[in-house]
């Protein structure tokens, strides 16, 4: 669906109470006007994005999705038909989830939960009987990144060390293409660019 089609639908949802506009008739709605008073651009600014024929800034997305009331669901929709991407990251989640931590906790087998820059949030017995007791570290040094390059235990527990290394570095690839701007996550990667053996990797046909 197009940005227009989806910009005029979300605006004609809202009421002008909704955006602390005086009551109107039924048939005098919400106009592109009204939504750019309320988002701070210019009407010509506005039109032209719901025409197709501008493209939005970061900021003027994350405005309108404000002023339309979308949730984050729309909000991912609106990126995807203004820009043709999602919205960059700004931030990652990182407290501990109650849930999943009752879920882990529940597992016979070795499980964890980390954030996206691989601290470890929650663990169950069976991680520290197999791998590592992350509750006896530092908590600085609980993070599976970190364990896996700063430990040399590590390298006892994985039958192929170098193989499980290559593919946590490719994940962390992955996760840079999204992340990379994030402060918590650049902080973590410095952080294990100090690692040798992670950094011989990470600069590998980077």
């Known amino acids: 669906m197009d940005v227009g089609t989806l910009l005029r639908h979300w605006r004609s949802r809202l ?15 919400v106009t592109q006007a009204d939504i750019a008073a309320a988002a701070g651009c210019s009407l010509r600014t506005y039109a032209g994005v719901e025409a197709g024929r501008t493209r939005p800034s970061d900021e003027l997305l994350d405005t309108l999705s404000d002023v339309l009331q979308l949730s984050a669901d729309e909000r991912h929709t609106l990126w995807r038909a203004a820009v043709g991407s999602a ?3 700004v931030s990652f989640a990182t407290g501990r ?3 999943l931590a009752r879920m882990v906790d529940a597992l016979p087998y070795p499980a964890y939960v980390t954030d996206a820059a691989w601290r470890v949030l929650a ?3 069976a991680v520290a009987q197999w ?3 992350f509750g006896s570290l530092p908590a600085a040094d609980r993070n599976i990144g970190k ?7 590590t390298r006892h527990v994985f039958v192929r060390w170098d193989h499980f ?9 992955a996760l840079y293409a999204t992340l990379g701007d994030v402060p ?13 053996d992670f950094e011989s990797r990470w600069t590998t046909d980077s």
């Open 15 to 29: 009421t002008p109470t909704a955006l602390g506009l005086p009551p109107r008739t039924r048939r005098a709605g």
């Open 87 to 89: 919205r960059p990251a």
């Open 97 to 99: 989830d109650r849930g």
């Open 123 to 125: 663990a169950n017995r």
């Open 131 to 133: 791998f590592v007791d």
């Open 147 to 153: 364990w896996i390059f700063g430990h040399p235990h």
């Open 165 to 173: 290394a290559d593919e946590f570095v490719a994940r962390v690839r």
């Open 184 to 196: 918590a996550f650049a902080s973590w990667l410095t952080e294990m660019r100090g690692y040798p």
